[in-house]
């Protein structure tokens, strides 16, 4: 144990002093955001989205960084490897962005989804039913107890939701879609709008065959989870650094991401490589936004889990702001800070709570702090950012906002 332990001293030694001689490259990151004009029939698209490749009309992964978790750590399981129909993957694009879904009609997926926010929504505590407008600057309907995770990777994620109640995506779609607080919906509002509108009817047929005469609300859901599944993030430059670019990341970000592994920091303990999440709860003791927040013991009723939350995943974590459960850490470096303080024990955290032994107080210099968010930097990927339809079946609003989305890319 002692001599791994010296190994790994002076490993870390030996990239530090190296990271320090190399000259800091800055490599400009690669985004997209587009809005399309969908075929005027709606017709569904068998094209595979970026970051699909077809293999026997169907739609798989294209790995072309990650060869497999078992070799690069992390999940320590082997690859997904779904098979989407790539028509069903379109179909669940539409319904995702349009707001005949809700009960009002006025709120979709997409409102707390949004491909300018990196499939989050960009606030605190996200609002739901009766709520206008979307993003930052959504006011007024329903103001809800946590914030939108992302949903880059999560086909990759076991348990959906902060306090991980959903153990599928087919099961998360329906807590949104049902809840009076959020959409507001049912299975027979659904259905009957649906079925009444000849596009989406023709849609469905197209997407799952002529003998599926009637759209339920099992194929709305089948549909969207399709979509989100296609929602894939692993062609960032601390992959093509892995793949054995060496020029990918700059001396600073190999500094962070020695930090980011280290004995001090232990970040890479809860959001390992490739995908930067061990998919586990762990409870580290961030602050609530109003009243208290049990997590995942509210689900399990364990008090070993009073304040545990689903570890994220750190992909993107740039375009993600704020961040944890309640949204209480604006940026990058106050989620740091706070770690760095101790967690929850150096931020008044309730004293009940049983917090992860390696969230402890860690004394980073200034220096160490900004080459490790630097380091986080070199997890963001877009690439694969699904188009937004400019128009949906039901000829209802999309929600479609440039202005947010440069702001954010300027910053």
Excluded at 6 to 24: D, M, N, T
Excluded at 171 to 190: N, R, T
Excluded at 307 to 328: C, E, Q, W
């Amino acid at each position: 144990m002692k001599s791994h332990f010296c190994f790994g001293f002076f490993a870390s030694l030996i990239l530090f002093c190296y990271c320090s001689k190399v000259e800091s490259k800055i490599i400009q990151e690669t985004s997209a955001f587009e809005v399309v004009v969908p075929p005027s029939d709606f017709f569904l698209s068998s094209i595979c989205p970026s970051g699909w490749k077809k293999q026997n009309q169907f739609c798989v992964i294209d790995y072309k960084y990650i060869v497999s978790l078992e070799k690069n750590g992390g999940l320590g399981q082997p690859l997904p490897m779904p098979k989407l129909d790539p028509r069903v993957i379109d179909l669940g694009r539409y319904l995702f962005f349009d707001p005949i879904l809700s009960g009002d009609k006025q709120l979709s997926c997409a409102h707390c989804h949004h491909p300018a926010y990196s499939l989050s929504d960009g606030r605190k505590q996200s609002i739901g039913n009766g709520g206008i407008g979307y993003g930052p600057n959504r006011k007024d309907g329903v103001t809800l107890k946590r914030s939108a995770p992302s949903l880059w990777n999560v086909v990759y994620m076991k348990n959906l939701f902060w306090d991980g109640r959903a153990s599928s995506l087919e099961d998360q779609a329906e807590g949104p879609l049902y809840s009076p607080e959020e959409m507001g919906s049912s299975q027979e509002i659904i259905e009957s709008r649906l079925n009444a509108l000849p596009f989406y009817q023709k849609m469905f047929r197209q997407a799952y065959g002529v003998k599926e005469k009637k759209i339920t609300a099992a194929l709305v859901i089948d549909a969207i989870s399709s979509f989100e599944r296609s929602l894939v993030s692993f062609s960032s430059r601390f992959d093509k650094w892995s793949a054995g670019d060496k020029k990918a990341m700059s001396s600073e970000e190999l500094l962070g991401y020695n930090v980011f592994r280290s004995f001090v920091a232990r970040c890479a303990e809860c959001h390992p490589p490739p995908m930067f999440t061990n998919n586990v709860f762990a409870t580290i003791g961030t602050l609530d936004s109003g009243e208290r927040d049990y997590g995942r013991e509210s689900i399990t009723g364990q008090e070993l889990l009073r304040g545990s939350f689903r570890v994220p995943t750190l992909r993107n974590i740039t375009k993600t702001a704020p961040y944890m459960h309640s949204g209480n850490l604006e940026t990058l470096e106050e989620v740091i800070n706070f770690y760095n303080e101790g967690g929850g024990r150096g931020n008044g955290a309730s004293n009940d709570l049983r917090i992860h032994w390696h969230v402890r107080k860690m004394d980073l210099s200034e220096k160490e702090i900004k080459s490790l968010i630097s380091f986080l930097g070199t997890l963001n990927d877009e690439t694969n950012m699904p188009k937004i339809p400019k128009f949906v079946p039901s000829g209802l609003p999309v929600a479609i906002e440039f202005e947010s989305y440069h702001h954010r890319s300027s910053k």
